[in-house]
């Protein structure tokens, strides 16, 4: 875990972690987020499954209107970050079959 995150940031991460089922994890992220927030940290997820599929820049950018900055951040994340969206993209292939 990074050093960076302060206990605050892990009790986020546990309170999480106690969700169960996608009506609680959607109440409490629309208590915690502005619709905004959900709508960029949501781009974000969408991106790193365009870059998985080996989409282009500008196809993603064109077909989402994310910022080549967004996605280009993205991509970092996915090829050289702790591995949290491949994890997350593995698994939500799992599920979708």
């Given at each position: ?83 949290g969206y ?12």
């Amino acid at each position: 875990m990074s050093p960076h995150f302060t206990e605050d940031i892990k009790a986020l991460f546990q309170a999480i972690l106690t969700l169960t089922s996608e009506e609680e994890c959607a109440a409490f992220f629309e208590d915690l987020c502005t619709i905004k927030e959900l709508q960029d940290l949501s781009l974000r997820l969408r991106v790193a499954e365009m870059l998985k599929d080996g989409k282009r820049y500008q196809d993603i950018g064109t077909e989402t209107g994310a910022s080549t900055a967004t996605i280009s951040r993205v991509n970092r994340c996915l090829n050289y970050g702790c591995g949290g969206y491949k994890k997350v993209l593995e698994d939500l292939e799992k599920i979708r079959k």
